[in-house]
């Protein structure tokens, strides 16, 4: 590359070698940690050499030694873990040392500037491939941490849910006996006071558990879908929620629109009804909203969805936790599990559904989407 008048300018920076390499060196930023900073000065030399050289080579030939000289230096860099910035400082304190000579060498600017151009070009090129290299190394080894921690982490729940659902099958068992002497009891005495409280709160009881039993696929054994009325089972829940709905003074204002069919575990699909409508309930209690009010609307959207809509009129929900608030464990209240909506969408998602959010200053949505089911008699003449 040098011709003319960068011969001498070669022969310069071979006779001031040695001291250029002090002066860089003296001049540079050392981590007292780095063990590989007794190479330091052999790394300069390196790249200086590849400069006095340069012009007898081809510039492909050019490149390939930067790039291999580059990442050489990259790999010692990211084993000592130092500041990239602190490598691309040193690197351009060595330019700065060479340009400081060049007024030493009795060439005008105008004879140099060909000579500065080739030396720019060789400490960019390489600094990029430096720089891409390092760059490359650190995100890989960002990403091994992170799968490794995503994996441990994997692991701990697996073990978790594996060791909550074994407990909640051991608790459901002595449950479901006292719910069954309840009802001894009350057929035995009738008119006895507190029964109904009593049965009430384990019927409470066994929902917060299904909650857990639902994240079980042990849950599913034996269980086969089943033909339902909408209409039907959305009653049900509201017995079922009648006493919190009293005690809240919460208004029900129902709009469903036809008595539609579902295709599915209807105890699930029941245990989304619950989840979102207590939740509803919950909320317009400890925020003491006035005229407290839940909406429950269906409709047909196509021919093949139903839309159940369930409305409240309590605090808006900030639009940045619209997905959030349907992450396992992510919960506001203070004894919450966090399981509750994401359970509703595993079910939701599960029967080919969707669930969704959607909250203004006067009024929270959840809607729940499933495909709408023929009737069975329908469902049987299709199979024919």
């Known amino acids: 590359m040098f011709t003319g008048e960068q011969t001498d300018l070669i022969a310069f920076f071979a006779h001031n070698k040695k001291q250029l390499v002090q002066e860089w060196e003296n001049a540079i930023m050392i981590y007292h940690g780095d063990p590989f900073k007794g190479k330091i000065r052999e790394n300069g030399e390196a790249l200086l050499d590849v400069i006095l050289t340069m012009h007898t080579i081809s510039k492909e030939e050019l490149l390939t030694i930067i790039e291999k000289i580059a990442i050489t ?13 602190d490598f691309v400082y040193n690197v351009n304190i060595g330019r700065t040392i060479l340009y400081s000579y060049l007024s030493k060498t009795g060439l005008t600017w105008s004879e140099l500037q060909k000579s500065i151009n080739d030396i720019n070009f060789c400490f ?5 491939f430096a720089v891409s290299h390092y760059s490359e190394a650190k995100n890989k ?6 799968m490794f921690i995503d994996s441990t982490h ?3 729940l697996t073990l978790l849910g594996q060791m909550t659902s074994s407990f909640i099958h051991e608790f459901r068992n002595p449950l479901t006996s006292v719910q069954g002497f309840i009802q001894l ?4 005495y009738p008119n006895m006071r507190y029964l109904d409280i009593i049965s009430s709160e384990l019927d409470q009881l066994n929902f917060r558990i299904s909650q857990f039993l639902l994240l079980s ?14 209409n039907h089972l959305i009653d049900e829940v509201l017995n079922f929620l009648y ?6 003074k919460v208004k029900i204002q129902n709009h469903l629109d036809g008595d539609f069919t579902l295709n599915g575990y209807a105890d699930e699909i029941r245990q989304v009804f619950i989840n979102i409508i207590f939740n509803a309930i919950d909320v317009l209690n400890h925020h003491e909203v006035a005229n407290p009010t839940i909406g429950i609307k269906s409709s047909l959207e196509d021919n093949t969805t139903i839309k159940i809509s369930i409305t409240n009129n309590g605090p808006v929900i900030p639009t940045e936790l619209h997905k959030t608030i349907f992450e396992p464990f992510f919960t506001t209240k203070k004894l919450g599990t966090g399981l509750g909506l994401f359970v509703c969408k595993e079910i939701i998602e599960k029967h080919k559904g969707k669930l969704t959010c959607d909250s203004s200053h006067d009024k929270t949505t959840f809607s729940i989407y499933l495909p709408v089911a023929l009737d069975q008699s329908d469902e ?5």
């Open 73 to 85: 230096i990259s790999k010692e860099r990211v084993m000592a873990d130092i500041n990239i910035g």
């Open 124 to 128: 960019d090129k390489f600094l990029y």
């Open 141 to 146: 080894i960002i990403e091994e941490k992170t």
């Open 154 to 156: 994997q692991d701990r």
């Open 185 to 188: 009891l009350k057929a035995d």
């Open 217 to 230: 696929k042990k849950e599913l054994i034996g269980k086969e879908k089943v033909f339902f009325k909408l």
């Open 243 to 248: 006493p919190s709905i009293l005690d809240g």
């Open 380 to 384: 049987q003449e299709s199979n024919l």
